[in-house]
């Protein structure tokens, strides 16, 4: 048979729900990478320093409070803010209030003052003034969901099916003892709670029910619009946009658009179903760069697996440990988007530092980002024919040397094995071009022949990298 010319599946999103044998026209693994909305492979981008809170802790939680145009981050139970676009940091807490030392913190304000809480005592602020716990001994004591729902302030009971509210204009504010709302459908806890277009919905562990201001009570169940869908962790959803995502009990990401829920992209299901432990699974939503993101961290596990909203697929973000040389789980711990200085701040989860989310930053703070890419056993749709493989030519974004001056050409690697061998081949390097040099084209001639053939191409330097179109010149015996 004469030589043809093919597309060779790169760019295809990966797939974990099936072994990898027979993935073709999908990948097996994209880690710190993004497929964009014409199809290209991207590496992510990085994460520049920006400021430290100075308290040598992880940032659990963040929040834009929007009206005083000032970023919160958690850290040590202490509220730090960042009042202007260079990071100046002010701890207020000081010697105010705290909230607990070790766990996510859930934030909510109402334009004149913040809520913060993360399994203890709720505090306040206006922003300014030390944080302080809210006192009134009727109120929640073990609080992990704070919601504003007109001017109520709504939090949860830990351990309980119950959300207490409080008129947070009286003054001076006050909590009765018999101004709650049990969410009994099913006599499970609630887990979280949220409030979307003026409607209050609590997440149990086996049911999700809602409840709106009725004026009177205030606040009455919607009966009949219950769901027997539980929430998988407590931090496991998030709001996009008016539409929350979520895990649920059985651990499949699901879409609650309204009082409509439905099952979403399940490629990764088996991972998230191997998991030992979800419970401490937080995630976080990202518009950044034109990507609609949700970032989910599994702390214990060391993995941060993200869905991107737009194109419907997962994919892995990782932080590369050089002293173990392993992957973990992202370097960030929490996110927020400070829309008066347009800056994505991200919390880490080593320490009190907060970095900016960069477009032209390539690494995470000064670690490398190891991009990897693994194709799916690729035959071209023929799987009993073999191929003798002539030629690859892959179309790369080229000309973005690295190092002070620029002089310095990038490196990708690329190694392959065939038929279900688990033995590589020996790494390749592709050559990227220094600066100046801007043609897109590489060629890589005399590979040999295959049934199947699976790819691994890997991209770790202080440089963008673009993967376009691949093309295989073939003969098919």
Known sequence: MPKRSVEVPFNTPPYQNVDGMVLDNFSETLFDGYIDELGNTNKRDGLKYHTNLGSFKKSEGAHWFENKNIALFNSDGNIYKISDTLGTVTNITNSGDSILSDGHAVFTDNGSDFIACNGGKMVYSNGTNNTAYITDSNAPQEVSHVAFLDYYLIAN???????????????????????FQTAESLPDNIISLYVVNRTIVVFGSSTIEFFQ???????????????????MAKHST??????????????????????????????????????????????????????????????????????????????????????????QHYLGSCYIYAKEWNQHLVGSRFDGNVFLRDTETFKDDSQQI????????????????????????????????????????????????????????????????????????YKIFNLGCYFSRQYELTFSQDAPFILGKVTEEVQFD
């Open 157 to 179: 009971k830990i351990g309980t099916g119950q959300f207490y509210f409080a008129n947070f204009l009286s003054t001076p504010i006050t909590w009765s003892a018999l101004d």
């Open 213 to 231: 201001n009725d004026g009177i009570s205030p606040f009455t169940r919607l009966n009949g619009t219950e769901i027997n869908r539980g929430a």
């Open 238 to 327: 998030v709001n996009v946009n008016g539409v929350l995502y979520f895990f649920d009990d059985k651990r499949r990401l699901c879409l609650l658009d309204g009082f409509t829920l439905r099952q979403i992209n399940t490629s990764f299901d088996r991972v998230i179903q191997k998991f030992g432990t979800v419970s401490d699974c937080v995630a976080s939503y990202e518009h950044f760069n034109g990507n609609d993101l949700i970032r989910f961290n599994f702390g214990t596990e060391k993995r941060t697996i993200v869905y991107h909203i737009q194109n419907n697929y997962w994919v892995e973000d990782s932080y590369y440990d050089s002293s173990t040389n392993e992957r």
């Open 370 to 441: 190891r991009f990897k890419k693994v194709t799916g056993w690729i035959d071209h749709n023929i799987p009993d024919k073999k191929k003798i493989s002539y030629s690859l030519t892959f179309r790369f974004k080229s000309g973005v040397g690295i190092g002070a001056n620029k002089d310095v050409e990038p490196l990708a690697t690329i190694r392959w094995r065939n038929d279900g061998n688990s033995k590589w081949s020996n790494y390749m390097h592709i050559k990227l071009k220094i600066k100046g040099q801007t043609e897109f084209v």
